[in-house]
């Protein structure tokens, strides 16, 4: 489902070149839930932010449900990845003057959803995470963990086939951080997808079916 083919990426700053990515491969298969555990600085959001088509690919190559990415015009990556891929942040990155609701409904209109349905499945989602009541609040009208939980809902509007969600647990307490966790597990397995998550907390990760890590620039099985 996401096939990432020795992958480079290298970041310049004036003299320097900082090669971050050095031959990275990843594979993971619908339905399968990864979890990435490397030291900070080593290049997981660089990662996830080629996975998820928001930063340029430079060298390698990655594909998407068996789609090469590699060359595509920007609105064509741009449908892939509003049709297939949802991404969840550290920091919820909700729109502020939009409510939860509304934020949940947006990315299905831009994928052409209407109104109503798109209205209707968001309300879903929230009654499915015990936020019904909260469907009118605004962000900052929400709780960290409520927050994180409607951003994850919003990654999860258009039933994207992959899900890459980067330390979405790293901003909340232990308590919170796990009941988003396996929200986040819970959903993606339901809906079979692909998932590459994050995270600084071996606990958590083993509770996927598989962690790598990343060393030097290449990505290692976590039990090597
Ligand atoms: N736009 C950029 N320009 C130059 N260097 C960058 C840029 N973005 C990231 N870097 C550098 O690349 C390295 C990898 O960054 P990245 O954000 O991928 O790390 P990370 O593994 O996600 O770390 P953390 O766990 O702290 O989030 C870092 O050393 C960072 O300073
Ligand atoms: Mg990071």
């Known amino acids: 489902m996401l096939d990432l083919t020795n992958i480079h990426h290298t970041y310049r700053q004036g003299e320097n070149r900082l090669e971050i990515l050095r031959g990275a491969n990843l594979r993971i298969e619908a339905g399968e839930m990864v979890a990435l555990v490397a030291p900070s600085g080593t290049g997981k959001s660089t990662l996830l932010h080629l996975a998820g088509l928001l930063e340029k690919l430079q060298t390698g190559s990655i594909r998407i449900d068996g789609q090469e ?3 595509l015009s920007d609105p064509k990556r741009s449908a892939l990845r509003a049709g297939s891929i949802g991404f969840v942040y550290q920091f919820h990155h909700l729109l502020p ?3 939860a609701l509304e934020n949940i409904v947006l990315p299905q209109l831009i994928l052409g959803t209407e109104r109503d349905v ?5 309300m879903e989602l929230l009654a499915q995470v015990g936020l019904k009541a909260r469907a009118d609040h605004r962000p900052t009208q929400l ?3 409520e927050q994180q939980r409607v951003a994850i809902l919003r ?3 258009n039933k994207p086939k992959i899900l890459l969600a980067d ?3 790293g901003n909340l307490d232990l308590a919170n951080g796990s009941v988003v966790f396996d929200l986040i597990r819970d959903l993606a397995r ?3 997808m692909a998932v590459l998550l994050v995270t600084h907390n071996t606990e958590l990760a083993g509770r996927l079916d598989r962690v790598v890590t990343l060393h030097e620039g290449v990505i290692q099985d976590w039990s090597l």
């Not at 798109?118 to 968001?122: C, E």
């Open 97 to 99: 003057e939009f409510t």
């Open 167 to 169: 330390e979405p647990t």
């Open 69 to 71: 990415t590699k060359g």
């Open 118 to 122: 798109a209205a209707r499945r968001a």
């Open 190 to 192: 339901a809906g079979n």
């Open 155 to 157: 990654a999860l509007a």
């Open 143 to 145: 709780s960290g963990g």
